[in-house]
Every structure is written in C-alpha cells, then in structure tokens.
C-alpha cells in the first residue's frame, strides 16, 4: 500500500536515508527511534512536507511529486498544533472547507461520541488539556477521511494516567475508519502495544523492520538490541560457537548462580563483584574469565539461599532456551 | 522591603519618561483650550488637511498591506540568497533624513523614465495626494513590513503544515491560518506605519507643499502667522489622532 523506495533527505548536518520499507493497508506501524533519530522528519516526508529524494508509492501511484494537501495523509504532531484562531468544532472540520467529506454529518457524530469531546466543542483550545488537545487533533486529522494516518508521538503530552484508555483507542481507529497508521514514539510499551510492524530507526536510518514480535525479541544487531533494552550482550564465542561478529543476549532475570558447575545448557565460572539489594530483590554484577561482565536480577528468597558475597567464585547457568542470539 | 524599595525605583524612572512624553502633550491641549480646539477642527482649511492626513496615510498602509505582507510572509517562512541583504535595504527608510528621502522620490519619480512612464499612465507626484501618499509610504512601510515579519515568525510553522495535510493550498493556508494567526502583530505594524504617515513632513513638504497635510499646515501657520494659530492645528490634530488610535485598540481588543 506505502511503498518507499531510497528516501535521502538532508538538512543542516542531519541525513534521513536511504529509507526503503513497505507497509500494509489497514495496519499499524510505529516507527521506534529516539529523539533526534529522524522520526519527524520521515514522517514529514511521508506527507509531503519536506521534499526529499527518493520514490513514494501510494496503491501503486507514485506520489513523491503530489503536494501534501493532494496526498490525503492525516498528521498528527506531538504538539498537536491546533490553530489558535478557531474553536474545537472548527478545527475538527477544518478539512470540509477544502475537500468533500464523504458521510460528513455521521462521520463527525461518531468522531465526537469515540474521541469524548462532545462537551468541548466550543471551547477555545487555549483552555483544553494535553489530552483533550490529543484527541481533538486526532478528531480533525480523522475528519478529513485520510488513506494514512501519520502520528508524531502522539502520547507524549498527554497525562500517563489516560494514556492506556488513548491506546486502545488509537488501536480502535484503523478498523473503525478504515485508516493505515504509521505512529513515531520512542516508547517501546506503546510500540509493543500497538504496532502490527515495528520499525527501528537511528541516526537517520531504519536498522530493523518487521512483525513486531519478532522486532521486540530478536533484535537484528547490536545497535538495535541495545535501543530496545537488551542486557548482557557478549560475543557468542563464550558459548563455543566459532563465527566472528555473532552476539548473544540474555535477559538479567533468566541468569540463575549456581555452587558448583553443571554440565547442561551454559555454565561459566565467575567471580560477584557487585552486590545491590533492592527492595524485593538483588542485582549482581559477576565477571566471566576477568573480562565480561554479567548482570542478574536474583530474587531475594533465592538470594538468601545462595549466600553470596561479593569476592566469591561461583557459576552463572543461562538456560539454552533463553538466549538471544543477534 | 527589598521588593518595594526596587518597585518605588522603577516606577520613579519610568515615570520620568511617562512625564516627558506626557507633558508637551497636556500642556499644549491646557494652553490652546479645548473650545478652541473644537473651533479650529470646524475650520474648513484645518479638517480638510486633517482629514487628507487621514486618507493618504491610510492608502499608504492599505498599499503595503497587499504589497509589503507576502513580503513579509516570504522573509519570515523562506531562505534565499541576499535575504539579509534585503532585509538591511528594508530598513533604509527608517535611517535616512526625511528630507533626503523626499529628495530621492523627486528625483526618482519625477524625472528620467520612470517619472516619464509614471507621468504617462497618469501618475503625477509633485503636488498630489498620489505624492504624499508615496512619500508616507517610503518612510513607513518598514514598519508594517517589520512588524508582519515578526508576526509570522511566531506563527508555528507546523500549523501551516497541519492545514496542508487537511487539503488546504499554501495560498488557503495563508488567508486562513497565518494571517489571522499574526493579526495582532500585522495590526501593530499598520498602526505603527499609519501613525508614523500621519506626521510625516520632511519628504511631503518637498513632494507636495500643496495640498496641505496637517504637518505642513501646522507649519505653514507657525511660519506665517506664528504659535497662536498653529498650536490649535497642531492640537486638532493630536486629537483626532488619539481618539483614532485608541478606537482602533479598543476594537482590536474585542474581535
């Protein structure tokens, strides 16, 4: 449905590019990046704001030409960017000034009962919350009956305390009104919420695209592992394999400490270094052969069984089926 | 006690200034009277000047507005070569003496072939409400140009973006979302320019000594017939200009 093919954009000392990825009608994607990775501006050049090189396929149609209000894309800022010289109710209808709105009337009934905002709509949006200003924004951006429903870490402003009921939500629109989302957030718990597709971006680049299960739990290199949160990345050599550049992750919870070396799975001798007992658990730091340095969430119980002190030989066990390997 | 004693300095100081400006004002309105001002503004020789100030300044900003607002527009929202270049040129008119600058239309719009072309499709400067308006117009258009500059500026540009996604033309954008968006700061640069047209007498009195605006009356009566008969022209005229400006706040306010 959107086809990008080698988008390059450059501005000032920023390079966004070569981006090429696809994405499914009536999905959603979120665009995983941290501030400054390039999320706005890719969004921008999906909707014909900024100008990039590249090719832009909408069903088919080359739409890298199509100026942003011949494109039909919804966009929704982080800020919202509500215009400060109308009320809700012009804002949300800002578009049927300039286009047809199929089914006008129904469509912003439904909008207004969805979005809750059926008791605002005359009110200046100087006098709305972070959450009502959200949603009025994704109000107007829906009104206007967009094929792709571009977001800009739409969650950001908004009080943590809404943000569950905004989720579901947003996950409700694409059904519901017949859109394509593609949502930018450096968030990964909206990401995994969310997404149909999760795409990783840094620097400028797009490291990682796919299903989102498997963007979340198998990171494609050490750049994106790291980005979404991985810990205890090492060479795979510590595990016996030969293949130079392969690394392997597990998670602090899945490493166990055992007395005396097992010969299943992985067992490597250790030395605890550091010890930190936080309240319903302990976090220990063990080095493996003087140099890699180990992280594990020990629960307090299990903890108290082993006696550990800091000085002490001992042996981390990872289970096979717990190790991810990048 | 230390707030207070700061906020007893500060109000002196400005106070200062508030009395300066303030007092030739009310003493002039206090010497001339006010029966005598309300004579004078009957005075057919003192409204029409009055009234000719008005106009001309106003087609002066009803001029820039068309003209100097998408200038403004293209300074505040793009970057292009010479940008700095012509946003200094801009500001030429407020530095140069207004007689200079009277000199300069003179020369430029009454001789040579562009005075010969302007004289041709009928536009005639010396001695016209065509001339004082252009002379107004060269001294204050910067700041109606300044003024919507800025106002632009502070519309967020992501507002505009917003509206083009929602399938409005850069042009619909424009009229619809920048412009109001900087209204008051257009409004303040028109006010600004309109006030600072009104007295203007340097470059008029060489354009156009006839027909009178209030400026070169006030002058005119001082010359020949000295302070008595000008100070009631030249309070009239303050007047009129107060009571215009502050009803043009007073409805900016409310809308």
């Known amino acids: ?326 | 006690m230390k707030d207070k004693s700061f906020l007893i300095v500060f109000l002196f100081l400005g106070s200062i200034i508030v009395l300066f400006l303030m007092v030739p004002i009310m003493n002039l309105f206090y010497s001339v009277g006010v029966n005598n001002i309300f004579e004078t503004l009957q005075d057919k020789e003192t409204y029409e000047s009055i009234f000719l100030t008005l106009k001309s300044s106003f087609f002066a900003v009803l001029f820039v507005c068309f003209t100097g607002i998408p200038l403004a527009y293209l300074i505040a929202r793009y970057n292009f070569w010479g940008k700095s270049i012509l946003e200094s040129l801009l500001d030429i008119p407020v530095m140069v003496p207004h007689t200079a600058a009277g000199i300069a239309l003179l020369i430029s719009f009454n001789h040579g072939y562009i005075g010969d072309f302007l004289s041709f499709i009928g536009l005639e400067f010396i001695d016209t409400t065509i001339g004082i308006i252009s002379a107004m117009m060269f001294l204050s258009a910067p700041f109606l140009i300044n003024g919507a500059k800025e106002g632009f500026k502070k519309v967020d540009i992501k507002y505009e973006h917003v509206a083009q996604t929602l399938g409005a033309s850069k042009l619909s954008v424009f009229l619809s979302i920048s412009l109001p968006n900087a209204k008051n700061d257009i409004l303040n640069g028109a006010l600004m320019m309109w006030s600072r047209g009104l007295g203007e007498f340097g470059a008029v009195v060489i354009i156009a000594y006839h027909p009178m605006v209030a400026p070169v009356l006030i002058y005119d009566k001082f010359n020949n017939f000295g302070l008595k008969f000008s100070a009631p022209v030249a309070a009239s005229m303050i007047l009129v200009s107060i009571c215009l400006f502050l009803s043009i706040r007073y409805i900016n306010n409310k809308v």
Not at chain 1, 28 to 39: E, F, H, P, R
Not at chain 1, 112 to 117: G, K, N, V, Y
Not at chain 1, 161 to 189: A, C, G
Not at chain 1, 249 to 277: A, T
């Open chain 1, 1 to 326: 449905m959107l086809k990008i093919k080698n988008l390059f954009l450059k501005k000032d000392n920023f390079i966004l590019g070569k981006i090429s990825f696809e994405i499914e009608k009536n999905s959603y994607c979120v665009i995983l990046g941290k501030t400054g990775s390039g999320k706005t501006m890719l969004l921008e050049s999906i909707a014909g704001i900024q100008n990039p090189e590249g090719n832009l396929y909408f069903d088919g149609k080359d739409i890298s030409n199509i100026s942003p209000n011949k494109r039909d894309f919804g966009f929704v800022y982080q800020d919202f960017a509500l215009f400060p010289n109308m009320s809700v109710e012009k804002n949300i209808k800002f578009s049927a000034r300039y286009k047809k709105i199929e089914d006008e009337k129904n469509l912003f009934l439904d909008l207004i009962e969805f979005l809750q905002i059926k008791d605002i709509l005359k009110r200046d949006i100087k006098y709305l919350s972070g959450g009502e200003k959200q949603r009025v924004a994704i109000a107007r951006a829906i009104y206007s009956r967009p094929k792709l429903l571009l977001l800009d870490e739409p969650l950001s402003a908004v009080d943590p305390t809404f943000r569950n009921s905004i989720m579901k939500s947003l996950k409700e629109i694409v059904q519901r009104y017949n859109t394509t989302i593609i949502h930018v957030t450096h968030n990964f718990r909206e990401a995994s919420y969310l997404a149909d597709k999760i795409a990783v971006m840094l620097d400028g680049q797009i490291l990682q695209i796919g299903d989102a299960k498997d963007v979340l739990n198998s990171p494609s290199s050490i750049e994106v592992a790291k980005f979404l949160g991985f810990k205890n990345i090492f060479s795979t050599k510590i595990l016996g394999f030969e293949q130079k550049n392969k690394f392997f992750s597990i998670d602090p919870n899945k490493i166990d400490f055992l007395k005396e070396k097992c010969l299943d799975d992985y067992c490597f001798e250790c030395k605890i270094e550091k010890i930190m007992g936080i309240t319903d658990h302990y976090k220990i730091f063990a080095t493996v052969k003087d140099t890699q340095s180990f992280f594990a969430k020990i629960p307090k119980q299990i903890f108290m069984e082993l006696k550990l002190n800091e000085g002490d030989k001992s042996y981390i066990f990872i289970n096979k089926k717990d190790v991810v390997f990048i």
